[in-house]
């Protein structure tokens, strides 16, 4: 299958819209760890970074006023949105960190979005982990519910024979 035979509707927010191009990339996260005496530095890799997904995005037609402003109370509206990629597809958590309209006297009824987005991933929870005896406290509660699931099991064994 040809690439551009494969390529998604893109959209953000349910609003749709066509792309001239994409320039899309990610940075990684690393620490330089140099020694004296030492040429050059141990990289450490500490993970890849956000992605960000740039698109030049043309709104055209006797329409183009309409669906430019649907674009833009898209882009604006705060927090991250599903944005659909044309190439990638979805990106469930994308948020708009930047757009530009240009109008060209040449280009009639017809308007060039730049627009920006960052992949947003939810954050570990502060105190995910628990403490010695917070686990030792959960044990009776973890037990109940291992009988319990158990007395359920043979009863169901039991009532089928």
């Known amino acids: 299958m040809a690439w551009a035979n494969s390529l998604l509707?893109?959209?953000?927010?349910?609003?749709s819209f066509h792309v001239l191009?994409?320039?899309d990339g990610a940075d990684r996260s690393t620490a330089e760890h140099a020694y004296p005496y030492v040429d050059?530095?141990?990289i450490e890799d500490l993970g890849r970074g956000p992605r960000r997904f740039r698109a030049e995005v043309i709104v055209w037609g006797a329409a183009y006023e309409e669906a430019l402003r649907?674009?833009?109370?898209?882009?604006?509206a705060p927090g991250p949105g599903e944005l659909v990629h044309p190439v990638f597809g979805s990106?469930?958590?994308?948020?708009v960190v930047r757009y530009s309209v240009r109008h060209e006297?040449?280009?009639?009824d017809q308007a060039a979005v730049s627009v920006e987005w960052v992949e947003s991933t939810p954050a570990a929870p502060f105190f995910s982990r628990s403490l010695?005896?917070?686990q030792a406290q959960a044990i009776p509660a973890r037990s109940a519910a291992a009988r319990s699931a158990v007395a359920s099991a043979i009863e169901s064994v039991v009532g089928a024979l």
């Open 91 to 95: 990106i469930p958590s994308a948020q």
């Open 132 to 134: 010695p005896g917070q």
């Open 21 to 23: 191009r994409t320039d």
């Open 9 to 15: 509707d893109a959209s953000y927010r349910g609003v």
């Open 105 to 108: 006297a040449d280009g009639v």
């Open 40 to 42: 050059g530095a141990d």
């Open 70 to 76: 649907g674009l833009i109370e898209a882009l604006d």
